[in-house]
């Protein structure tokens, strides 16, 4: 008998999340298949029924139905269809006729999963390291710094005067990076400071959290993570006194 999980953990996820806006989108759905086309998993397989935004969304409405009695078994059903066949594009919810937004249900169902101990590795593993490093890669301060300095020592060879500030109170912008760039692209960084050089901008990185502009708390829902990150960003462009928040790409 597969393992069952508790519906009070269940209930106490979505009932504060059950607004009118919230009831009104799960009952309304017609199914009428406005969306269907919209939806790259349904055309890349051969318009496969279940691949319909509106049917994806049926596990919502069940678990509400049940009152949260569910297994581990109808939840790895619900987990491969909201992270393997959605990603939350949210063409569906712009096309829907009567304004459901699907993906919003659809990120909702992967937040109660979140809640349930349930979500890909790798994005688990993301978020660990933005509370314990401040950024998806697990880049110490020390490491980060260092980086930094690196870029600066090898791109000065090629632009001479050419600086990378850290920390630089009052800058007008401070630049913030993907994690995998100090870790796997450190040549992005070494590409930005020369235009920032040559444009004779104004600018900084912070030492410390808050210089990794992605968010991979969010595509599991995991609010409380989200918005650490953003914070750690905020509360160093405010410590530095910058004007703006410049992200990378």
């Not at 393997?84 to 949210?90: A, K, L, Q």
């Not at 599991?220 to 914070?231: K, L, Q």
């Not at 750690?232 to 462009?237: E, G, H, L, M, Q």
Request: hydrophobic residues 40%; proline residues 5%.
């Amino acid at each position: 008998m597969t393992e069952p999980i508790n519906p009070t953990a269940v209930m106490d996820y979505l009932k504060p999340r059950m607004g009118a806006r919230f009831k009104t989108w799960v009952e309304i759905c017609t199914h009428c298949g406005m969306c269907a086309d919209t939806c790259h998993y349904y055309l890349a397989n051969d318009k496969d029924p279940k691949m319909i935004p509106a049917y994806k969304v049926r596990f919502l409405k069940e678990i509400l139905k049940r009152k949260g009695r569910v297994d581990k078994d109808f939840l790895q059903q619900v987990y491969n269809t909201v992270y393997y066949e959605c990603n939350v594009c949210r063409r569906c919810s712009l096309y829907c006729p009567f304004g459901i937004d699907i993906a919003f249900l659809i990120s909702t169902t992967r937040g109660l999963l979140t809640s349930l101990g349930i979500a890909p590795e790798g994005l688990r593993k993301a978020v660990e390291n933005y509370k314990e490093f401040g950024n998806q890669m697990a880049v110490t301060d020390e490491d980060w710094i260092e980086t930094l300095q690196w870029c600066e020592e090898e791109t000065a060879e090629e632009l001479v005067g050419l600086k990378i500030p850290i920390d630089k109170k009052g800058a007008k912008i401070m630049y913030t990076v993907n994690a995998r760039e100090p870790k796997f692209y450190p040549q992005d960084i070494m590409e930005v400071a020369k235009i920032f050089h040559v444009a004779g901008e104004d600018w900084t990185f912070p030492s410390q959290k808050g210089w990794d502009d992605t968010n991979l708390a969010m595509f599991i829902n995991d609010v409380p993570s989200a918005r650490m990150v953003v914070e750690n960003t905020f509360k160093r462009a405010e410590e530095l006194g910058v004007q703006q928040v410049a992200i990378t790409e």
